[in-house]
């Protein structure tokens, strides 16, 4: 799809302003520069998210909505590692997810309805060498319908935007309806459904009548995608795993919504450390099992506390330095050089408006916790990051 004199022209223009080049389309009669334009900055944008695809000069990237809605190269990989034998990938798009199963060693079906994005995608597979994926342009769910294989694994993506482009959330609001796969689950074949992080988890389960697990797939602190492994051994009452994968070991928290319901939590004052739970365990809604051993700090201010330091904590965990007042002058007096880190939890006042009233620069080791204690005051506290 791309000829030699236009990877020539990427490669020289691949660090520039997009704007910039796209000025100088005068200059190069023979290109169809805004079409180069968009490789330029598709790379640009995704160097960081899909570097083994970026690292090819020859593939060929599809357009804004089919990289907007891609798994990242880490999550994908991750997805593989769950998957094995046959696999349906029933909304291929533009094939990371196809790619990476295949890389792990199963057999993958990729379809895709938009036939453009097929070929694209068909050709980037093969100068990527991807391995064993066969291509087929046309609606996942018809083509299943039609099948007469067995799979080991359905994988579903659903796309979430509606028809008048607007973003959506619910899985029936979805295209494809990942609710009309349950019909295909038995004991040979199961469901794997990557969904938007916003998902309520409760109403997911419910609607997919249960599943066997959930996993909460996290990178640096930020909840990247949801994954429901649907099968014959589902449960409305699913084990969910917090996974992070900027970590070597990238299960970070695992439970149940049961055994978080049965749990109970101490509450008392802040003491002298402090511990702020993952964004995916909080995601998950442990609030109360994620501090076992620790004492919350109120109901709804997931923000936990104790004298002596734990360790292993499923988040990051501070040392407390000072106690005081949101007010200028304490302010001033604990933060001298006017720089630190804002967290609120369960306050009225947000971090950015913090920040703006008390000409706060962002950033060090530092951390201001804004949030209300038991008896619902506010309260500010001043601390350091151990972990």
């Known amino acids: 799809m791309l000829q030699e004199n236009e990877i020539q022209f990427i490669h020289k223009n691949l660090h520039r302003d997009p704007v910039t080049v796209a000025l100088e389309a005068s200059k190069y009669p023979g290109l169809d520069v805004p079409s180069l334009v968009g490789q330029i900055k598709a790379r640009q944008k995704l160097k960081d998210k899909m570097p083994h695809w970026v690292a090819n000069e020859r593939v060929f990237f599809p357009p804004f909505l089919a990289l907007e809605q891609s798994s990242s190269e880490e999550t994908a990989h991750f997805k593989a590692s769950l998957l094995h034998g046959k ?205 076992k051993g620790l004492q919350k700090i109120a109901p709804n201010t997931h923000l936990y506390t104790s004298m002596e330091l734990h360790t292993n904590f499923a988040g990051r965990t501070f040392e407390v330095l000072a106690e005081g007042p949101l007010e200028k002058k304490w302010i001033k007096m604990v933060l001298p050089a006017g720089k630190a880190n804002i967290s609120t939890r369960n306050f009225p006042i947000k971090a950015d408006e913090i920040r703006k009233k008390f000409q706060l620069k962002d950033g060090g080791e530092l951390t201001l916790f804004a949030f209300r204690d038991q008896a619902n005051k506010n309260k500010v506290v001043l601390a350091k990051k151990i972990s």
């Open 87 to 291: 696999v349906a990938d029933l909304t291929g798009g533009m094939g990371l997810d196809s790619y990476a199963f295949a890389q792990a060693g199963c057999n993958v079906e990729y379809i895709e309805k938009q036939e453009e994005l097929s070929k694209i995608t068909t050709y980037n597979h093969s100068v990527l060498k991807a391995g064993k994926i066969q291509h087929h342009t046309g609606d996942g769910l018809n083509w299943l319908s039609e099948s007469a294989e067995l799979f080991d694994f359905l994988y579903v993506d659903p796309a979430r935007r509606d028809g008048a482009g607007n973003k959506v959330v619910l899985l029936q609001d979805c295209e494809p309806n990942a609710l009309e796969l349950i019909p295909f689950i038995n004991e040979k074949t199961s469901l794997l459904i990557k969904t938007s992080p916003l998902l309520d988890l409760d109403r997911a389960i419910k609607e997919l009548q249960g599943v066997e697990k959930i996993y909460i797939v996290c990178v640096k602190n930020e909840v990247k995608e949801l994954l429901f492994l649907k099968t014959a051994q589902s449960s409305e009452d699913p084990t969910i795993e917090v996974i992070e994968l900027s970590q070597a070991d990238s299960l970070l928290f695992k439970g149940k919504k049961s055994i978080e319901s049965a749990s109970i939590c101490d509450f008392c004052p802040v003491s002298n450390y402090l511990y702020e739970p993952h964004a995916g365990v909080l995601k998950a809604g442990f609030f109360k099992s994620v501090g």
